[in-house]
């Protein structure tokens, strides 16, 4: 028999295991209970192999990793001075086949088997991570006898996630044995004010919305959500839970949630899909269509000072020339000298940055045509391309105000940009910058790109701007 006999979305809080939780379990008592169920359901269901998708696991730019050790182990490390350790086998036969198969469809998956030095950089090895770890921890109560597979997340978009989710399934087709897969993603970190990743209002909204896609087996509905909002609410599930659903591709799902909850605000969901008798309507070409026509809808929304910087860098693309002085504007702010940063982001992940909280043009837009220039060719990530430039937001940020910071409580992630300064150099970080979780690793990150460490003098500023997109 080949068949996948359950499919779950399971969260990765070390809140959900008491002993782990540092005292806070009894904050998320349903979501461990509803953990609990799952794991009590695979125990029963008894598949050779497990196959969780982890939303933390290693991630390889354009690449989903699967690791291909003799031994996969994964522990409680830093959290916690109980160690509790889990071991398990992993599906070779299963590995081998997904990678095969996975190049007949033009899907990147890799184990980087003989390539160490790539290993050794990404600092891949037979460890798992906590988001994986979490979700075995309730199966282990109920079922030790199988084989194991971790899939990681890619810098790529949600369209080729799904993709992935296809290949997971033909590979299934092709081999014995049965199958469980689990999804392990948690959605907005920024649902309360006492989230450590601060608050948004759109957080709450968010979950609904992923909430409701579970349940109506909406995968469209869910990959509709664009980067920036992902990026905002601060989610790290959505990716998953697509894949999650290609591994279904020919068929219509219904979701069952036995538990959702936001302990500490940070949105947990478990839930489990279902087949309907329905045949799906989502293929790997309407994704891809609907893709385009999201992204073609949102250039057309884009403000004037985005539409000044894409237009830059198009301009420089074709003739590898600097656009003249720009056209009149209706915005005041644009004539004036103000700061400008310039983010390109693509997937959610930045693509390329640069700025100055100072003006050095008599406008702000001839800011905006030098910033935009330079973010595309002083990137570190490599050359841009206008193929590539159509699939790369852009942001554009006018400096308001900067005033010097006496205390780190004066510092907001979702309020404020960070300027540090020393010896001769800057570090800066704007705010709702794309991969900063939090206030802390902001502010940390503002450290490393002026060269300082934590104990160094340093002179601290924050900062805010207008933002267009």
Request: charged residues 25%; neutral net charge.
């Amino acid at each position: 028999m080949r068949t996948i006999v359950g499919r779950f979305i399971m969260p990765h809080s070390p809140n959900t295991i008491p002993w782990l939780s540092k005292g806070h379990y009894k904050e998320a008592t349903q979501t461990t209970t509803a953990c609990e169920e799952i794991g009590s359901r695979i125990g029963q269901l008894k598949p050779d192999t497990i196959i969780v998708i982890s939303a933390h696991a290693p991630s390889v730019g354009n690449y989903f990793y699967v690791p291909k050790r003799k031994i996969m182990y994964g522990n409680t490390g830093e959290f916690s001075f109980r160690q509790h350790m889990i071991k398990k086998e992993p599906a070779w036969n299963f590995i081998d086949k997904l990678v095969e198969v996975g190049k007949r469809n033009s899907c990147p998956i890799t184990t980087f088997e003989n390539n160490p030095r790539l290993r050794r950089k990404h600092k891949l090895n037979g460890s798992f991570d906590l988001a994986t770890y979490i979700p075995l921890y309730f199966v282990e109560q109920f079922w030790q006898d199988y084989r194991l597979v971790t899939i990681s997340l890619s810098d790529l978009p949600p369209s080729d996630h799904y993709l992935c989710g296809t290949v997971i399934e033909r590979t299934i087709q092709q081999l014995e044995g049965t199958y469980v897969i689990i999804a392990s993603a948690e959605l907005s970190h920024k649902t309360t004010e006492d989230s450590p990743y601060g608050y948004v209002e759109d957080g709450l909204i968010f979950n609904g919305l992923v909430c409701q896609s579970i349940l109506d087996g909406n995968v469209n509905k869910l990959l509709s959500l664009d980067y920036a909002r992902r990026n905002h609410v601060g989610q790290c599930g959505v990716d998953a839970i697509a894949m999650l659903y290609g591994t279904g591709n020919s068929m219509k799902f219904s979701g069952d949630i036995l538990s959702y909850e936001h302990t500490f605000g940070i949105g947990m969901v478990v839930a489990s899909l279902t087949h309907t008798n329905k045949k799906s309507k989502t293929t790997n070409s309407a994704i891809k269509a609907r893709s385009l026509e999201l992204t073609a809808d949102k250039r057309s929304r884009e403000s004037e000072p985005v539409r000044l910087a894409r237009k830059a860098i198009d301009y420089y693309l074709r003739t590898g020339e600097t656009l003249d002085d720009p056209p009149p504007s209706s915005i005041p702010a644009l004539m004036e000298p103000s700061g400008v940063f310039i983010s390109l982001v693509k997937n959610g992940k930045w693509r390329g940055f640069y700025g100055n909280p100072d003006p050095t043009e008599f406008s702000a837009a001839h800011d905006i045509i030098d910033y935009a220039l330079t973010a595309v060719i002083e990137n570190d990530i490599g050359p841009i391309s206008r193929k590539e430039l159509r699939e790369i937001d852009i942001v554009v940020e006018l400096v308001t105000s900067i005033e010097p910071v006496s205390d780190m409580s004066m510092y907001d992630c979702n309020s404020y940009g960070v300027l540090v300064k020393y010896r001769q150099t800057e570090g800066i970080i704007v705010a709702n910058a794309p991969s900063i979780a939090n206030t802390e690793r902001q502010y940390e990150a503002a450290l490393r790109n002026a060269g300082a460490k934590k104990n160094s003098k340093v002179r601290r500023y924050r900062f805010t701007t207008e933002r267009f997109e």
